[in-house]
């Protein structure tokens, strides 16, 4: 059977919109590069029981948002950031703890950013303050450098993927747990690992955007190659 993808979803809380009480997003590539990579994605709102959750998903994909508030890691939010609700975060945070501790983790974007806060690091919170341009937001084709020896680097099949980027904050100090193995020529960090044997890749452009290329689609039909011997181990 094909291994279950969760998918956690922006959100905007609004309790006094008496009509639908909010907004929950995500963009339809993302659903549609998992499905053609060969997983089931469903979507995970804020409210879901992150129990239940946790024991039916066989992958999580953490894919782009708004920004994270910088609360999470003890300092006050950059002039220029744009926190979420905090709804998707703190549901994010509780997922997190309770899904195994092998279960592999493909963060996008936000999701890199995600990964990083989850395990005790830290974002730059506005990237063109130290590089003095903003050429990673607006959808920006750049390449980029991975350490030839990462596990990313084996999974894109090269060692200096291209991806289109649309951010203005990035992993700053790097948790404990987590290695940087991708940079932009400016320094930014573009690409975490785990340090472990699970499968835990972050990036911080969007693949989904450029599902011809062959990076992108190593790079999800590994996460999902991943996921089924997730799913196929749990089910012995």
Known sequence: MKPIIGITVESKFEPENTRNRGMLSLG??????VAKAGGVPILIPPTADVEAVAEIIDGWLI???ADIDASYWGEPNHEKSEPNDGSRVE???ALW???SPDLPVLGICYGCQMINVALGGTLEQHVP???EHESHSG????QYVLD???RAAQVLGTATPQGKSYHHQAVGRVAEGLRAVGHHEDGTIEVVEGTGKRWLVG????PERTPEGDDTQNLLRSFIAAAAEFKAQRSS
Not at 203 to 206: E, G, S, T, Y
Request: a negative charge; charged letters at 20%.
């Open 28 to 33: 339809y590539n993302y659903a549609e590069e």
């Open 63 to 65: 894919p782009g948002g």
């Open 91 to 93: 549901s994010e945070l």
């Open 97 to 99: 703890k309770q899904v």
């Open 129 to 131: 303050d130290r590089v």
């Open 139 to 142: 959808g920006t084709l750049q």
């Open 148 to 150: 030839p020896s990462s």
């Open 203 to 206: 990036v911080q452009w969007h």
